[in-house]
Nanobody, 117 residues
Framework: QVQLVESGGGLVQAGGSLRLSCAAS????????MGWYRQAPGKQRELVAR????????SVADSVKGRFTISRDNAKNTVYLQMNSLKPEDTAVYYC??????????WGQGTQVTVSS
């Protein structure tokens, strides 16, 4: 089994920054992808950023491009989401996910990010 522990959410004013962390632990034998989704009230869950292709490629959603950066610490099995220039529309619950294999995925419990105007 794999466990994901998220941290770093909170309340911030528009224009501010937050960094989310997601640490994976347990029986980890591979890496396919790891990243973040978010879900705002009344909206569908959307992919925000991910590291994939065995950790060689990163991508972010167009809505956060230029403001959010995803990175990974291999030794710590941890992925980070640096969020700058936050906007009220970034308010959501952010969920970390991890795919050690193409047929398996694990999810964190979610962390709330609230951006006030």
């Amino acid at each position: 089994q794999v466990q994901l522990v998220e941290s770093g959410g909170g309340l911030v004013q528009a224009g501010g920054s937050l960094r989310l962390s997601c640490a994976a632990s347990g029986s980890i034998f591979g890496f396919v992808a790891m990243g973040w989704y978010r879900q705002a009230p009344g909206k569908q869950r959307e992919l925000v950023a991910r590291i994939f292709n065995g950790g060689r490629t990163t991508s972010v959603a167009d809505s956060v491009k230029g403001r959010f950066t995803i990175s990974r610490d291999n030794a710590k099995n941890t992925v980070y989401l640096q969020m700058n220039s936050l906007k009220p529309e970034d308010t959501a619950v952010y969920y970390c996910y991890f795919m050690p294999e193409i047929t398996k995925d694990y999810w964190g419990q979610g962390t709330q990010v609230t951006v006030s105007s």
